[in-house]
């Protein structure tokens, strides 16, 4: 499969514990972006990565958040102490170089903090 | 900051029956971009509109954008189960950037 594979699909924590995931987007995209998506709501951005550098940030994303993507290739990220309000999915998407930005999501890892 | 509404929230329709949703934004956009989330799924890139007062194509979707770009539109012609979803539109500012924007998305559900 040559999608956009994101790891883990389900991850379950308690409030204060940190929480790291991955995204493999497709190979020859150069695009990545992190969004956040709550039941009933569209995708909400939260960053931008063309290669290994972060372009943009969203003002939702607070110091607790941390996104990374050292080789230009997969992305992580990182939640610190988390809150029962980060409870949510967490989708990332690529896409080529290119006017079209068509972004190509990933199935997203669903985050439950207790 | 940037601001995109769809209506309507929700949509049921009978089989064979059309089906259109709106979106609006509060600035103008480089572009409108829709995706179709089943669900359960994740959302799918359907189709991206750049010139004022284009209008595309697919089978029974059509997609609109308008004048001003700050407003969109997708109709479906005669639904069917398959077009059960929430679709979404997404733009990024006139100004640029890679940053879309999404809609709340309408759903679409199907009455057999």
């Known amino acids: 499969d040559t999608g956009v594979s994101q790891n883990p699909r389900h991850k379950i924590t308690k409030r204060g514990q940190n929480v790291t995931f991955r995204c493999d987007p497709i190979?020859?995209?150069?695009?990545l972006y992190w969004y956040r998506q709550t039941l009933g709501q569209g995708p909400e951005f939260l960053t931008y990565f063309q290669n290994e550098a972060q372009l943009e940030k969203s003002r939702l994303l607070s110091d607790r958040f941390s996104a990374e993507r050292p080789k230009g290739s997969f992305s992580t990220l990182e939640i610190q102490r988390t809150e029962q309000g980060d409870s949510a999915m967490y989708l990332c998407?690529?896409?080529?170089?290119?006017?079209?930005?068509?972004?190509?999501f990933g199935p997203g890892t669903r985050l439950t903090v207790l | 900051g940037q601001q995109v509404m769809q209506i309507p929230q929700y949509q049921h329709v009978q089989e064979g029956e059309d089906f259109t949703t709106y979106c609006n934004s509060s600035t103008t956009l480089s572009n409108i971009q829709w995706y179709k989330q089943r669900p359960g799924g994740h959302p799918v890139f359907l189709i991206q509109?750049?010139?004022?007062?284009e209008v595309k194509k697919q089978k029974r979707l059509t997609f609109q954008f308008g004048e001003a770009k700050k407003n969109s539109s997708l109709h479906i012609t005669a639904t069917q189960n398959t077009d059960v979803g929430t679709y979404f539109c997404?733009?990024?500012?006139?100004?640029?950037?890679?940053?879309?924007?999404f809609g709340g998305g309408t759903r679409l559900m199907v009455k057999p």
């Open positions: 190979s020859e995209h150069n695009r």
């Open positions: 998407a690529s896409s080529p170089q290119g006017f079209r930005n068509e972004q190509f």
């Open positions: 997404a733009g990024p500012p006139i100004r640029g950037g890679n940053m879309l924007t």
């Open positions: 509109l750049v010139k004022s007062g």
